[in-house]
């Protein structure tokens, strides 16, 4: 049986890798010469349910699934490492796709998680946000620029109304 930080340290490891697979890939499959045949039938909702995260063009889920699977190639030496990370990656998904920022959402004590806010607008916009877990990788190249202006604009707009 593995112990809990070792479990805990390599679903992490599994995080990183697939987050930043995700990134780049999920950014390639917005661009204008493939996206209408295959990330499109993802995009269908703009307003994300639980789900809905499944819902994808089986290229699309061949694609960016594989990125799950690379940290257990690398990492896996349990089948109870497999569950946790089959565990975690669920919850993430879902709850990046639940449509609803839950204040004391566990997942948000996080360093950098994008959580359902970031993968909202993300819906809604369709451009930048592109990041599965984290946000290091939209910030580092400045993919979430429009999200951050969203949210400024947001909050002007919360001051007048009070």
């Given at each position: 049986?593995?112990?809990?930080?070792?479990l805990?340290?390599?679903?992490?490891?599994?995080?990183?890798?697939?987050?930043?697979?995700?990134?780049?890939?999920?950014?390639?499959?917005h661009?204008?010469?493939?996206?209408?045949?295959?990330?499109?039938?993802h995009?269908?909702?703009?307003?994300?349910?639980?789900?809905e995260?499944?819902?994808?063009?089986?290229?699309?889920?061949?694609?960016?699934?594989?990125?799950?699977?690379?940290?257990?190639?690398?990492?896996?030496?349990?089948?109870?490492?497999?569950?946790?990370?089959?565990?975690?990656?669920?919850?993430?998904?879902?709850?990046?796709?639940?449509?609803?920022?839950?204040?004391?959402?566990?997942?948000?004590?996080?360093?950098?998680?994008?959580?359902?806010?970031?993968?909202?607008?993300?819906?809604?916009?369709?451009?930048?946000?592109?990041?599965?877990?984290?946000?290091?990788?939209?910030?580092?190249?400045?993919?979430?620029?429009?999200?951050?202006?969203?949210?400024?604009?947001?909050?002007?707009?919360?001051?007048?109304?009070?």
């Open positions: 049986m593995p112990r809990w930080c070792l805990l340290v390599k679903c992490l490891g599994c995080a990183v890798i697939e987050d930043t697979w995700h990134y780049f890939l999920h950014r390639l499959l661009h204008k010469r493939i996206y209408k045949y295959i990330h499109k039938v995009h269908e909702f703009q307003a994300p349910f639980g789900m995260a499944e819902y994808a063009h089986p290229l699309e889920t061949l694609i960016l699934g594989t990125g799950f699977f690379i940290g257990i190639m690398l990492l896996c030496d349990h089948v109870i490492f497999l569950w946790a990370w089959v565990t975690i990656r669920l919850m993430e998904t879902i709850d990046v796709h639940s449509g609803y920022d839950i204040p004391l959402n566990p997942l948000n004590l996080i360093p950098f998680y994008a959580g359902s806010r970031h993968h909202d607008f993300h819906h809604m916009n369709f451009i930048g946000n592109y990041a599965s877990t984290f946000t290091w990788w939209d910030r580092i190249f400045g993919t979430d620029s429009q999200f951050i202006a969203y949210n400024e604009k947001m909050k002007k707009v919360g001051k007048k109304t009070e």
